[in-house]
């Protein structure tokens, strides 16, 4: 397939992306359409990995956004990945020309937490 161009362009997290595959899944089921290996890998992927709900990843992503050093897509990948330690949130900041503090990357664990 291929494709023509991009009509719009929206970041959405994984569990987003989840919830996307499985309407086009039981679409494809209810129409007796067979579903390529790309999109049964797809779908197995996003099921594996995700830890929460779109609608909570969505709330994460909007409390992380109001922090005072979160860009929009450290916002996202931190929503998508769900880190549960210091190493880990500090493996996504790892490109980035700052660092955070012990209190900040436990604020945003603690906001992880309480979206899991």
């Known amino acids: 397939m291929k ?15 989840r919830e996307m595959l499985l309407k086009v ?4 089921l209810g129409a ?4 390529s290996y790309e999109l049964r890998r797809s ?3 996003a099921n594996h990995l995700s830890k929460t709900s779109a609608e909570k990843s ?12 979160i860009k929009p897509d450290i916002a996202f ?4 990945i769900m880190p549960r330690t210091r190493d880990e949130l500090r493996a996504i900041y790892a490109k980035e020309r700052f660092t955070l503090s012990g209190e ?9 937490e309480q979206h899991f």
Not at 25 to 28: G, M, P, T, V
Not at 77 to 80: G, H, L, N, P
Not at 104 to 112: G, K, N, P, S
């Open 25 to 28: 899944e039981a679409d494809r």
């Open 43 to 45: 779908i197995e992927h």
């Open 77 to 80: 990948r931190i929503a998508s």
């Open 32 to 35: 007796g359409k067979e579903m």
């Open 104 to 112: 900040e990357l436990d604020e945003i664990l603690d906001l992880v």
């Open 3 to 17: 494709v023509k161009g991009i009509d719009s362009e929206e970041r959405i997290t994984l569990q987003e992306t």
């Open 58 to 69: 969505r709330e994460l992503v909007e409390k992380l956004l109001s922090l005072e050093k």
